[in-house]
């Protein structure tokens, strides 16, 4: 996975690049991330990005040419390229949407707006794609760009310790996860479900999934309506409800 990143702000990315797993993942070429900064690639020497909005009104808007020239600069073939845009009217980005970017082949290009907006021009005709990460507003696109970075770069192969580990997570099987524990057994009078300790595999694969269920049932009801559930699935889900009753 080849990703750049354009901001006025590249600093931001270097500490969150720079640690855990995205750091191990780039060190070992799983993926590729370059941050470029936007004023590098204007033509004035006072390096603007920004300029008054047409037909008035508040703020600034990020003028076009540095976003053209920069794209352009960076991967000139647009066969080669997807460039994403990151604003709340773009489409709500979820796991399926993160698993379809990492089976990419073409390089993320991500422009991070500023100010009041980014001049229309680079939606409508220079971006491949519009991406919101949820319905509110941020003062950037740089917060939004590192989601889905970290998101999508957990489902490059290799890039987790164990393959296993994104299949199972949250979301990644159409509910939320189970409850995890650890060691100590008991701490400050809470204890770990004795059934975790039983080293009854078969068991514990059926008390994940039906803790799952409940979580999910508790939680996130609608994602209950999209999920397939199997026939066994639907027996834990009776029983959930049984003994809610």
């Known amino acids: 996975m080849k990703c750049d990143i ?35 690639y204007t033509k004035d020497k ?14 600034m808007v990020m003028k076009p040419e540095p976003f053209y020239t920069a794209v352009e600069t960076i991967c000139p073939d647009r066969s080669q390229r ?7 009217a773009g489409r709500k980005f979820d796991q399926n949407l993160a698993a379809e970017l990492s089976q990419e082949n073409r390089r993320l290009v991500f422009l991070c707006g500023r ?8 939606r409508v005709a220079l971006a491949d794609d519009e991406i919101s ?31 296993h580990s994104a299949e199972i997570e949250s979301f990644s099987w159409g509910i939320l996860d189970y409850p995890h524990y650890t060691r100590p057994p008991v ?14 595999h078969k068991d514990i694969v059926r008390w994940r999934r039906k803790q799952a269920l409940r979580r999910t049932l ?5 994602l209950l309506e999209k999920t ?8 834990l889900m009776r029983e959930i409800k049984e003994e809610s009753a």
């Open 115 to 122: 100010y009041e907006a980014i001049d229309e021009r680079v």
């Open 187 to 200: 701490y400050k009078g809470l204890a770990v479900p004795e059934i975790l300790l039983s080293g009854n």
């Open 218 to 222: 508790k939680q996130r009801p609608e």
């Open 133 to 163: 990460i949820g319905d509110y507003v941020l003062t950037g696109g740089e917060l939004p760009a590192l989601v889905i970075i970290d998101a999508v770069a957990r489902l490059v192969s290799g890039v987790l310790g164990d393959e």
């Open 46 to 59: 006072h390096r603007t990005v920004d300029d008054y909005p047409y037909g008035g009104g508040s703020g």
């Open 6 to 40: 354009l901001t006025i702000f590249p600093d931001i990315f270097h500490a969150y690049l720079g640690e855990g797993m995205l750091k191990r993942a780039i060190q070992n070429g799983l993926i590729e991330v370059t941050v470029h900064s936007l004023r590098d």
């Open 82 to 88: 997807r460039i994403l845009i990151l604003s709340p």
């Open 228 to 235: 397939t559930l199997s026939e066994e699935d639907q027996r």
